[in-house]
């Protein structure tokens, strides 16, 4: 290989897409979840409510669209953790550097480093089967959240979700979206797939406030508008870590009850350290 070609070799693996910026919006102000309530956000020591990491996460993958489109939609994968909390109002920087194949993604807000991720193209590949996880169970009554009912092995009710297209028109304004592709195609965004998992919890248990931590996703297909979209899960591990505790659940986002979207491992802390405390 010539000097030539490994220079454009180099500059086609290592490459910087325009870092892409989102006024934040917190779309949870008035959920169950009080951690994205300004007051309570403080007394745990936070500046102010916090942003859902489900958004900041929908504002991460418009960069492995804008690299690569509609196919990281139907065989993407990504993984984001985050690491401090994105403010209502605050700007959200999102950077991504391509190296190998693999888009590294960022994101920064009021001068700290607030999420950070990867996005893959993969080959295509099938799904695992849907009924390789469990439908779960709405209870009549929601129970308190505790170690015995987000044990391992349970599975987490979900009432069926259709998202139409005005669900969808107003999503994407809340996340600020620049992209016309969901609405061209009618496509949910990935962020609203991610969405399912938190439903999943807070419908089947009574949670004080919890926080997102980290999701690991890989994309079979995309869901279209007007479908009829559920969460097979099971939990894989309820444990301690510095105090909090951290509940991760493996799941199948399913499209008509039939076909797979999206493989999911969603990771949360269900009880934070200042909530045991003070119990």
């Given at each position: 290989m ?13 490459t ?5 910026e989102?006024?934040?919006?917190n ?11 300004d ?5 745990f020591?936070f500046t ?5 990491g489900?958004?900041?996460y ?14 990281w ?9 985050f ?8 700007i ?52 308190k959240?505790?170690?015995s009912?987000l044990a391992?092995?349970?599975?987490l ?7 139409d297209r005005?669900?969808l028109?107003?999503y994407?304004?809340d ?10 195609e ?14 999943a919890?807070?419908q ?6 919890w ?6 996703l ?7 508008v007007?479908?009829e979209?559920s ?11 510095k105090?909090h ?11 008509d ?7 999911i ?15």
């Open positions: 010539t000097g030539a070609a490994r220079a454009r070799e180099k500059k086609m693996s290592a910087a897409p325009a870092p892409y989102v006024s934040a919006f779309t949870a102000a008035t959920s169950e979840n009080k951690i994205h309530d007051d309570v956000a403080r007394r020591g102010g409510a916090l942003v859902p489900v958004e900041v929908a504002y991460m993958a418009h960069m492995p669209v804008a690299r690569w489109g509609r196919a939609l139907e065989r993407g994968g990504a993984e984001c953790r690491l401090k909390p994105v403010y209502d109002g605050n959200a920087r999102v950077t991504a550097r391509e190296e190998k194949g693999v888009l590294d993604l960022t994101v920064e807000s009021g001068g700290a480093l607030c999420a950070t991720g990867h996005a893959v193209l993969a080959d295509a590949a099938a799904p695992a089967a849907v009924d390789s996880l469990p439908l779960g169970v709405l209870p009549r009554e929601r129970p959240a505790s170690e009912n391992p092995g349970v599975s009710g979900l009432a069926p979700v259709t998202i005005a669900a028109q107003q994407l304004a996340i600020r979206e620049t992209d016309g592709l969901y609405l061209r009618n496509l949910v965004h990935p962020g609203q797939i991610l969405r399912l998992c938190n439903a919890l807070v089947s248990v009574v949670l004080g406030p926080i997102h931590v980290g999701s690991r890989r994309n079979f297909a995309t869901a279209r007007g479908q979209l969460l097979r899960n099971r939990i894989t591990s309820n444990g301690v870590t105090g505790a951290i509940v991760e659940f493996d799941a199948l986002a399913v499209a009850g039939a076909h797979v979207i999206a493989q491992t969603h990771t949360a802390i269900w009880r934070p350290r200042h909530v045991a405390e003070a119990s």
